[in-house]
């Protein structure tokens, strides 16, 4: 796995490369420092994932993702930052990133490298607390072309809120298996792989 480090810091730039290269199937071939040598060296190197901040001098990761996304719409860009304001998670999910980690959670850095290597989105478990206040809007969701029924939908966004399956259960007088059935055959419906990503499909496309 080729991974491209991006952080203004020299120093957290440096100590990134070297626990990741400590990884036997991790390389990084090149540390940027603001979001212009990240759209440059993301072309130069092609990597498999952009590790990126966000706050930087110069240009900053966000215009850089939204920059390499545009030409590359299979762009894999994982955020580390040490900021979790609200307006960078929004504009995070709205613009495609893969992930969002804030850098005190450290440990998760390999991990999440991993998941998002493997086609999944990840995000520390400080930014999906905030999401559902953060992107929820007044207006009501259009959801006609979606390939659901009201039920997957209704289900759908309960998980986006953070409910358990016991507590749908109990909330749509359901069971519990059913609950399971109607989760299973959404995530197909959508191609997604798990809970985290049926709320972000719902929080990016139905409630953006």
Request: glycine letters at 6%.
């Given at each position: 796995?080729k991974?491209?480090?991006?952080?203004?810091?020299r120093?957290?730039?440096?100590?990134?490369?070297?626990?990741?290269?400590?990884?036997?199937?991790?390389?990084?071939?090149?540390?940027?420092?603001?979001?212009?040598?990240?759209?440059?060296?993301?072309?130069?190197?092609?990597?498999?994932?952009?590790?990126?901040?966000?706050?930087?001098?110069?240009?900053?990761?966000?215009?850089?993702?939204?920059?390499?996304?545009?030409t590359?719409?299979?762009?894999?860009?994982?955020?580390?930052?040490?900021?979790?304001?609200?307006?960078?998670?929004?504009?995070?999910?709205?613009?495609?990133?893969?992930?969002?980690?804030?850098?005190?959670?450290?440990e998760?850095?390999?991990?999440?490298?991993?998941?998002?290597?493997?086609?999944?989105?990840?995000?520390?478990?400080?930014?999906?607390?905030?999401?559902?206040?953060?992107?929820?809007?007044p207006?009501?969701?259009?959801?006609?072309?979606?390939?659901?029924?009201?039920?997957?939908i209704?289900?759908?966004?309960?998980?986006?809120?953070?409910?358990?399956?016991?507590?749908?259960?109990?909330?749509?007088?359901?069971?519990?298996?059913?609950?399971?059935?109607?989760?299973?055959?959404?995530?197909?419906?959508?191609?997604?792989?798990?809970?985290?990503?049926?709320?972000?499909?719902?929080?990016?496309?139905?409630?953006?």
């Amino acid at each position: 796995m080729k991974v491209l480090v991006v952080d203004d810091d020299r120093v957290v730039g440096i100590s990134l490369k070297t626990i990741l290269e400590a990884e036997p199937d991790i390389t990084v071939p090149a540390l940027g420092r603001d979001g212009t040598e990240a759209i440059a060296l993301y072309k130069e190197h092609q990597p498999d994932i952009l590790l990126m901040d966000i706050r930087m001098e110069g240009m900053n990761g966000l215009d850089a993702a939204t920059t390499i996304l545009a030409t590359d719409p299979s762009a894999k860009i994982l955020f580390l930052t040490t900021f979790s304001d609200d307006e960078y998670i929004i504009r995070a999910l709205r613009l495609g990133a893969k992930g969002y980690l804030l850098k005190q959670d450290f440990e998760h850095i390999v991990p999440a490298l991993h998941a998002v290597y493997g086609g999944q989105n990840v995000f520390g478990s400080e930014v999906v607390k905030k999401i559902p206040d953060i992107l929820s809007a007044p207006k009501e969701p259009d959801v006609s072309e979606l390939p659901l029924n009201e039920k997957e939908i209704e289900i759908m966004k309960l998980v986006a809120e953070g409910l358990n399956n016991k507590e749908i259960a109990q909330s749509l007088f359901l069971s519990e298996g059913t609950v399971r059935n109607y989760l299973s055959s959404t995530l197909e419906k959508l191609n997604l792989r798990d809970r985290t990503q049926l709320a972000i499909y719902y929080y990016k496309h139905i409630r953006a």
